[in-house]
């Protein structure tokens, strides 16, 4: 099987399904780090459903058809 990189790879990070993904992965590792302290306020069981939200979310949104900002920009003018 042949990996083939999307025609807007380079505008990677203005897609909302990479955001979302950043923003998972961010969310867990700070939980992780700050674990002693967060635990108190935010149980594991609720990290774990919003990190799975913020993960099916992303798999949705990569799903849909997304147009880039810059390209919206330039519709609109």
Not at 45 to 64: E, P, Y
Request: glycine share 2%; charged share 20%; proline share 3%.
């Amino acid at each position: 099987m042949k990996l083939k990189l999307i025609p807007e790879w380079r505008k990677a990070l203005h897609m909302f399904s990479i955001q979302l993904n950043l923003i998972g992965t961010t969310m867990s590792s700070v939980y992780a780090a700050m674990y002693d302290k967060l635990s108190a306020t935010v149980t594991p069981k609720t990290m774990a459903c919003l990190t799975i939200g913020v993960f099916v979310a992303s798999a949705l949104a990569r799903l849909i058809e997304q147009e880039l900002k810059e390209d919206s920009d330039a519709i609109d003018k």
